[in-house]
């Protein structure tokens, strides 16, 4: 008798350790949602993985340590163990995670900078130097594309349609 109690004791306290450890897998998919912003459908999305990842951990576990028997100190087990870490460790965790995540996701951003700037004092040569002369080219070819459909005698003339061209190239 004896040794029955204590073997559901010790599956009791497996369980209210599950509780924990659900607990805390429900915080870091808090801490997610503090820290990265999504749209509504990512965080469904995220309930059902959390609760599809948290029920085969059960599973695993009623199996593994009870023989897949369900009995009420299971559920009395996970309860104490989720309102234990909850009470005590949840806000700790979170704040502390909150933090570290805003820390490296400015280093993050910094880094992004620093590798992404050349690249981004090269498209600025670029425009000054080549695109500022393609659009002072653009003015041109508009301008004499203009002056060809305006002048009549211009485009009757094919010997003057030539050196016009010619005039163009140049």
Request: hydrophobic share 50%.
């Given at each position: 008798?004896?040794?029955?109690?204590?073997?559901?004791?010790?599956v009791?306290?497996i369980?209210?350790?599950?509780?924990?450890?659900?607990?805390?897998?429900?915080?870091?998919?808090r801490?997610?949602?503090k820290?990265?912003?999504?749209?509504?459908?990512?965080t469904?999305?995220?309930?059902?993985?959390f609760?599809?990842?948290?029920?085969?951990?059960l599973?695993?576990?009623?199996?593994t340590?009870?023989?897949?028997?369900?009995r009420?100190?299971?559920?009395?087990?996970?309860?104490?163990?989720?309102?234990?870490?909850?009470?005590i460790?949840?806000?700790?965790?979170?704040k502390?995670?909150?933090i570290?995540?805003?820390?490296l996701k400015a280093?993050?951003?910094?880094?992004?900078?620093?590798?992404?700037?050349?690249f981004?004092?090269?498209?600025?040569?670029?425009?000054?130097?080549?695109l500022?002369n393609?659009?002072?080219?653009?003015?041109?070819i508009?301008?004499?594309?203009?002056?060809?459909k305006k002048?009549?005698?211009?485009?009757?003339?094919?010997?003057e349609?030539?050196?016009f061209?010619?005039?163009?190239?140049?």
């Amino acid at each position: 008798m004896s040794e029955l109690i204590s073997n559901q004791l010790y599956v009791f306290l497996i369980y209210c350790l599950c509780g924990i450890i659900i607990g805390l897998f429900f915080d870091i998919f808090r801490i997610l949602r503090k820290s990265f912003r999504t749209p509504d459908f990512v965080t469904y999305i995220e309930d059902i993985i959390f609760w599809i990842l948290t029920g085969l951990f059960l599973i695993y576990i009623i199996f593994t340590f009870n023989n897949g028997e369900i009995r009420s100190y299971i559920f009395v087990g996970l309860g104490l163990g989720i309102l234990f870490y909850l009470l005590i460790f949840s806000k700790f965790f979170i704040k502390t995670n909150v933090i570290i995540i805003k820390y490296l996701k400015a280093i993050f951003k910094k880094v992004f900078e620093i590798i992404t700037y050349p690249f981004k004092v090269i498209i600025r040569i670029f425009d000054k130097l080549i695109l500022k002369n393609v659009k002072k080219l653009n003015t041109v070819i508009i301008f004499y594309v203009k002056k060809c459909k305006k002048d009549k005698n211009f485009q009757k003339n094919e010997k003057e349609k030539k050196d016009f061209r010619k005039k163009c190239r140049k």
